[in-house]
């Protein structure tokens, strides 16, 4: 199923077409045409193209349109054979020094390190005059021309699976070297490599048709297409088609190889990274006043996948509203959605996306970057390495507020000052790496300040945070609300975060809220089944130690993966027909408190 | 019995000290939990009692064999490689594989039958009980559990967690737990360890460690870490 993907690219299709073609040739034609080819008819000598010669005679009077047919096989032939040898010598050189002893693995490596530095070309050459002239030195030749690069990216990709953690698992269980190397490092790095010799392969084709026509390849009486193109090209002004044909067959073959390859490789990129770009899109309607509000937000992928499925909130000015939810819960896309951050293919739509009172996608960049502060996960991919943290603080005002570099580098060592990091004038003129993740996450928040942010999104602020760091930062955001009255948009999985800090909580589940309600009644009076089952399961410092932990069956559903009726169903004690296909809508319980769930109080009250 | 005991571990990096000096013992048949922040040498620990890496200076003890459970199940076991497969390859010679894979994935309750799906088929919890199978097909007498809860979700956290308490019961096995979760370690540990920057600060009977924290760095964790009922004031 999956080597099929390079099929559905145009690309990768017609390429897939050339080769079989090819294939069929190299396997068909010698049968069908090998006489035809090998007639010599000396009525017909050094002929031009004609009805009964397509492509003309030669100087024997042999046919050359099916010699060129019939050399297909000699072709292609010695092509994959070059390959082959060089891709199997460069696999072995490349993963022989994970099995060899520290000083052998060593000289192998700069024996390959040194190789890689001369050009193919070159290297084939050389080969070509140690191993003389004739069909298997050639092959010989190309073949070592493309091992070290092999050897290379064998290793390259070896390295790379090496520090994964199943092979230390697989280390720790006392599976030895050579196990390791066959059973879990050539599996997993097979892909790319089978890509790259299906590439190597169209060079090898060329680089032979190279060799033939300078006399150096195959010899007489046997033809492929370099030698038949380096006959026809001493007559190539008097007749041009018989150095054509074969010219044309070279370089078809090779794109053939080329181009599968790469629609290969695109597919596999496809795989390994799947991302998205922008294309926003909201109508509105009114509402509420608030800060912010969202009405009916959906976030969707191609392919039908809607992560977001109708998410409605407010949040009004200062307050400090928390999202809790699992992986795949849609919290994320929703803050993503609310700064426009959606990327490309995901298309956002809402029947109202409002900041400020005015619908989002009319809001000027320059207004969003100022009043909106987004605070991500993972404060060392936040920043880029090479700048001074001070530089790329101060760059905020100098885009989105005009201040000249001067004032703006003043107001963001004031900034680093009011984020509590000690010595700001010092500590701006270092580079990320000198901060720790604590102060990375606080600079974050620093550069959020430089406007005067109203609205502060931080999703998952202190999930890669040590707790005494955690704690830090959390006050820090309490404090900014306090201090500046900005509203403060909570993401967390972390349903005790949440609780310590914010006035209210969103529980997010399969791309909904499910229920939302004031901190204060959390633990009191939750009522959906997921959000009192969550609270249960999550160990805390009061958990009784004697008593297994409360389990949800189950896993959260795939955002792919939802349904006709609840999405909790499946997990849920309470499920009946109606759950299985209804889904309930966020209702009002009672004033602050909204719920989606079918059950009444009576029949909640037997879980809790 | 099977203690696993480190006695004056040292492991240094270049200039930097990841380990200092460290004396601990795992008690037979009991869970020890290890507590500290990133960087803190937890993991480094780890994976000097598993071979992984060589101490400087020191030496560790182990009465049988010693297997490790990694943080995350979706980088720990081989994407290539069925479950049944990564599991009986860390069984003994001569074991009726098989069998084994079946009763291991029954004893982390997931269904035999799923023994020839590839990783890629199973969530986050159940990838986490199969590598907690695979630790268990060699017959270890010392089991490591490195973060093994801290890349799953929170909903599923509870059954790894269960699942991990009812085997170290029924097997006896000793167990150096770690984790930066000092929830999550009280829950499963009888003794409890404090580490930080590379030194154990602190030792003692779980109750204990945690109601009448001796060092400073202790009770600074303890005060940290987030409780249900009190609310965190900006300051």
């Known amino acids: 199923m999956r080597r099929l993907t390079v099929l559905r690219s145009p690309v990768g299709a017609a390429s897939a077409v050339l080769l079989t073609i090819l294939l069929a040739l190299a396997i068909f034609a010698p049968l069908l045409w090998g006489d035809r ?30 010699r060129v047919l019939v050399a297909t096989r000699l072709t292609i032939g010695l092509a994959l054979l ?15 020094p994970s099995v060899l002893p520290r000083w052998a693995a060593r000289i192998v490596t700069s024996a390959v390190n040194i190789a890689v530095a001369f050009p193919g070309l070159l290297l084939a050459l050389f080969f070509a005059v140690i191993f003389g002239t004739g069909t298997i030195g050639a092959a010989l030749a190309i073949a070592f021309a493309i091992t070290p690069s092999f050897a290379r990216l064998t290793q390259t990709l070896t390295a790379s699976v090496s520090g994964r953690d199943f092979i230390a698992a697989a280390r720790v ?78 370089v078809l073959a090779g794109l053939a190889f080329n181009l599968f390859g790469e629609a290969a490789a695109a597919g596999h990129r496809q795989r390994s990274h799947r991302a998205a770009t922008l294309a926003p899109k909201t109508t509105s309607a009114p509402a509420d006043a608030g800060l912010l509000t969202v009405r009916n937000l959906h976030v969707s ?16 000015k200062g307050e400090m509203i928390g999202v809790v939810g699992e992986s795949g ?8 959605a609310v700064s426009r951050l959606v990327e ?6 809402a029947d109202t996306l409002e900041f400020n009172g005015k619908p989002l996608d009319r809001t000027p960049d320059r207004e969003l970057g100022t009043r909106l502060a987004m605070v991500f996960q993972d404060p060392t991919t936040s920043f880029n390495p090479t700048k001074r943290i001070g530089r790329q603080i101060a760059e905020v005002s100098e885009v989105h507020q005009g201040l000249g570099r001067g004032a703006a580098a003043r107001k963001a060592v004031d900034r680093l000052d009011a984020v509590r990091i000690p010595e700001p004038e010092r500590r701006a003129k270092q580079y990320p790496h000198e901060f720790s993740g604590g102060m990375r996450q606080r600079a974050m928040i620093a550069m959020g300040l430089m406007g005067e942010p109203q609205l502060v999104i931080a999703d998952e602020p202190t999930t890669a945070l040590d707790v005494t760091v955690q704690r830090e930062v959390l006050k820090l955001l309490a404090r900014i609300r306090q201090d500046r009255s900005a509203a403060v948009l909570l993401i967390s999985h972390d349903i005790t975060v949440v609780a310590q800090t914010c006035d209210r909580v969103l529980v997010m589940y399969a791309g909904r809220i499910v229920e939302e309600l004031p901190t204060d009644e959390l633990f009191t009076a939750a009522r959906h089944p997921y959000t009192t089952a969550l609270l249960k ?22 955002p792919g993966e939802i349904g006709r009726g609840c999405p909790f169903a499946p997990r849920c004690p309470l499920a009946d027909d109606q759950c299985r296909t209804e889904e309930p809508e966020l209702t009002t319980h009672r004033q602050d408190h909204r719920v989606a769930c079918w059950k009444s109080e009576t029949e909640l009250a037997g879980v809790r | 019995m099977s203690e696993l005991v480190f006695t004056n571990v040292t492991v240094r990096f270049g200039h930097h000290t990841a380990v200092d000096d460290v004396s601990l013992t795992v008690p037979a048949g009991q869970v020890m939990g290890l507590v500290g922040e990133s960087g803190s040498g937890k993991s480094t620990l780890a994976a000097t009692a598993v071979g992984l890496r060589k101490p400087t200076s020191g030496h560790i003890r182990a009465d049988g064999k010693v297997q490790m459970v990694f943080q995350d199940p979706y980088s720990s076991l081989d994407p290539r490689m069925s479950i049944g497969n990564s599991i009986a390859e860390a069984m003994p010679r001569g074991t009726d594989k098989k069998a084994e894979v079946a009763r291991l994935l029954e004893l982390v309750n ?88 590379g030194r154990i600060v602190e030792e003692g009977p779980a109750g204990q460690v945690l109601e009448d924290p001796q060092h400073e760095y202790t009770r600074e964790l303890l005060a940290a870490a987030p409780r249900r009922h009190t609310r965190l004031e900006a300051s």
């Open chain 1, 37 to 66: 080819a090998a007639a010599i008819n000396t009525d017909a000598l050094q002929q031009g193209p004609s009805a009964d010669h397509l492509l003309g005679t030669d100087q024997l009077g042999r046919d050359i349109f099916f």
């Open chain 1, 344 to 349: 490309h293919p995901g298309t956002v739509t």
């Open chain 1, 329 to 336: 819960s849609g919290k994320s896309l929703t803050a993503l």
């Open chain 1, 301 to 316: 992928f191609p392919g039908g996948i809607t992560p977001v499925r109708g998410v409605s909130f407010t949040v009004h």
């Open chain 1, 537 to 558: 399961a999550v160990p805390d410092l009061d958990t009784d130690r004697d008593a297994p932990l409360a389990v949800i069956p189950g896993r959260p559903p795939e």
């Open chain 2, 110 to 197: 997931l269904d035999p039958g799923r023994a020839t799906a590839l990783p890629a088929r199973l969530s986050g919890g159940q990838r986490q009980r199969v590598a907690l199978a695979r630790a268990l097909a060699g017959h270890p007498r010392v089991v490591i559990a490195d973060e093994i809860t801290s890349a799953l979700d929170v909903s599923v956290q509870g059954a790894v967690l269960n699942l991990v308490r009812d085997l170290q019961r029924q097997l006896g096995l000793s167990m150096l737990f770690i984790s930066h979760n000092l929830a999550v370690v009280r829950y499963v540990s009888d003794r409890i360890a404090v580490m930080k920057a």
């Open chain 1, 173 to 250: 269980c006392g599976v030895g070297r050579f196990r390791l190397l066959t059973r879990h490092v050539l599996p997993n790095i097979a892909e790319p490599l089978v890509i790259n010799a299906t590439l190597a392969a169209g060079s090898a084709l060329t680089a032979f048709a190279g060799l033939s026509f300078l006399g150096i390849g195959v010899q007489a009486p046997s033809y492929d297409w370099g030698r038949l193109l380096g006959e026809g090209l001493n007559r190539i002004y008097i007749s041009p088609a018989p150095a054509l044909g074969p010219a044309v067959a070279v």
């Open chain 1, 82 to 96: 070059a390959t082959v040898i060089g891709v199997a010598t460069g696999l072995v050189l490349g993963s022989v």
